[in-house]
C-alpha cells in the first residue's frame, strides 16, 4: 500500500514531469541534429535546360542557340536525407556551356547539374538523367527591323483632342536567329494612365509580338533599344468665332453695319497656352468706304501652322450691310498732287470726278458745296516714274462733318522729269 503511495505522489510531482520533458526535448534534439547518413534517393521531373555563354556568342560571334529539342529534363539523386530533402526541382539546373562555340552547327552535349549555395555536392550521386543528352543548333543571326505600335492606358481630358502617337526610336533593329525573327511582326507598348490635359511622354518595356498579337521571347536575342520614349501628343480644342476688321470710312464705322459670316464659328486644336491666347480668328479687312450700302466677300480661312482646323471649312463668307444712310452724288474739278518727287513735275489729266458722298443723315449732304470737295493725289511711291499713272485720290470734305467719299477714286496724272 505504501509503494502505490509513493508511486502514485512521483506521478504526481511537477518535477518528474519536467525532467521527462527535459528528456524526451533532448532525444529530439539529438535526432535532428545527428547527420543522416542513411542513403535516400529522390527523382526531380521539370529541371530546366540553361545554356551558360550565350551573351558571348551573340556579342562576339553573332551565334545565336535555337531548335532545342527540350526545355527540361527529368534527374534521379541520392545522398543524405538531410541533404536531398532540401532540394526541389526549380533548385537544380541543367547546364550547357556554350562560350567556347566558334561555328554554326547541330550539337548534341550533355549537360552538368548545378545545385543552389549550401547543398553538399560531394554527397550526392547522379542515379540517372533522361535524357542524357541535349540536341540543339547553332545558327548565324540574322537582322530584322520592326516598327512599333502601342496603346495610352490613360484617359483623354473633356476639351482635348489626341494625336497619333510618337514613339523615340521609331524603329527597333533585332538580331537573332532567322526563325525566330520571322514570327517577329512589331513591338508592343503599354503606357499612360489617369486624366491628361497635356502631352504626355513616358520612358517604358517593349514586348515582340507576332502579326496575331502573340508574345515572342527576347532570350537569345540582340535588341537595339531597352526602352522606348512613348509620347501621347495632346491638342487642346476651342471653339472661337469668325471676324472681320471693318475699317471706319465714308461717314461710318462698325456701329452703323450688320455683318453676317457663315460659318459663323471654326473649331480649333493646338497647344495648351496658344490655345488659350486665341478667342477670335480675324478674316481680314474691310474698308467701309470702299462701297455704299452693302458688300460681300468670301474670305480664306487663315490659322497658325501649330494651330488645326478641327472643323475641315477653309473658306468664310462675309456680308457687310450699312444701315441708316443716305448718299448724294457730286462732280468736283478741284483735283490736285503731292509728294511730287524732287526733280519731275506732275500734270492732272483728269478735268472732273463723279464723287459718292454718304451721311447718316441728309441734311449734312445737303449743307455741302462742291467747293467744299477736294480730291488729292499722294505721288511718294511713284519715285522716279515718268509717263502717264492711274493714281488713287483721296476725298477730303471741308466745313461740314459726319460725311465721307465711298467707292474709289481714280485719278490720271502725267509725270516728267524737269
Not at 459670316?261 to 468706304?289: C, F, H, Q
Not at 490659322?303 to 468736283?332: C, I, M, P, W, Y
Not at 472732273?352 to 462742291?370: F, G, N
Amino acid at each position: 500500500m505504501n509503494q502505490k503511495k509513493t508511486i502514485s505522489k512521483i506521478y504526481n510531482s511537477k518535477v518528474f514531469w519536467i525532467v521527462i520533458s527535459l528528456l524526451c526535448s533532448f532525444v529530439m534534439w539529438a535526432y535532428i541534429t545527428s547527420p543522416d547518413t542513411g542513403d535516400f534517393q529522390k527523382t526531380f521531373r521539370g529541371v530546366q535546360v540553361e545554356f551558360a555563354g550565350q551573351e558571348k556568342l551573340l556579342s562576339d560571334r553573332s551565334l545565336s542557340i535555337s531548335d532545342v529539342d527540350t526545355q527540361s529534363v527529368t534527374v534521379t539523386l541520392r545522398g543524405s536525407r538531410s541533404n536531398i530533402g532540401k532540394l526541389r526541382a526549380s533548385d537544380i539546373k541543367a547546364v550547357i556551356d556554350v562560350s567556347n562555340i566558334k561555328q554554326p552547327n547541330d550539337m548534341t552535349w550533355a549537360y552538368e547539374l548545378q545545385y543552389p549555395d549550401g547543398i553538399d555536392t560531394s554527397d550526392i550521386t547522379v542515379i540517372n538523367k533522361n535524357p542524357e543528352t541535349i540536341n540543339f543548333t547553332v545558327v548565324k543571326n540574322a537582322t530584322k527591323t520592326v516598327g512599333i505600335k502601342g496603346s495610352f492606358e490613360g484617359e483623354i481630358a473633356e476639351g482635348c483632342v489626341a494625336e497619333e502617337f510618337v514613339f523615340e526610336p521609331l524603329t527597333i533593329v533585332i538580331e537573332g536567329p532567322e526563325e525566330t525573327l520571322a514570327k517577329i511582326d512589331h513591338a508592343w507598348v503599354t503606357f499612360g494612365e489617369g486624366t491628361i490635359d497635356s502631352t504626355y511622354s513616358e520612358e517604358v518595356g517593349y514586348k515582340l509580338m507576332t502579326a496575331d498579337g502573340q508574345e515572342v521571347s527576347t532570350t537569345g536575342l540582340v535588341l537595339s533599344a531597352k526602352v522606348i520614349t512613348a509620347t501621347q501628343p495632346l491638342l487642346k480644342t476651342k471653339e472661337v468665332p469668325l471676324t472681320a476688321n471693318l475699317i471706319p470710312g465714308g461717314g461710318v464705322d462698325a456701329d452703323d453695319c450688320t455683318v453676317t459670316i457663315e460659318p459663323k464659328t471654326l473649331k480649333i486644336a493646338g497647344d495648351t497656352r496658344l490655345v488659350d491666347d486665341i478667342n477670335s480668328i480675324v478674316l481680314g479687312s474691310i474698308d467701309l468706304a470702299s462701297f455704299q450700302s452693302s458688300y460681300t466677300h468670301t474670305f480664306a480661312i487663315t490659322l497658325a501652322d501649330e494651330v488645326q482646323n478641327l472643323t475641315g471649312v477653309t473658306e468664310a463668307k462675309v456680308t457687310v450691310e450699312v444701315r441708316g444712310t443716305h448718299t448724294k452724288s457730286f462732280t468736283t474739278d478741284n483735283i490736285s498732287c503731292k509728294n511730287v518727287t524732287s526733280g519731275y513735275s506732275a500734270k492732272i489729266d483728269t478735268e472732273s470726278i463723279d464723287v459718292t458722298l454718304r451721311s447718316k443723315d441728309t441734311a449734312s449732304l445737303d449743307k455741302i458745296r462742291p467747293d467744299d470737295i477736294s480730291v488729292v493725289v499722294d505721288l511718294k511711291d511713284y519715285g522716279a516714274t515718268t509717263g502717264q499713272v492711274i493714281a488713287t485720290g483721296t476725298v477730303y470734305i471741308s466745313r461740314v462733318d459726319g460725311v465721307g467719299a465711298v467707292g474709289d477714286i481714280r485719278v490720271s496724272v502725267t509725270i516728267t522729269k524737269d
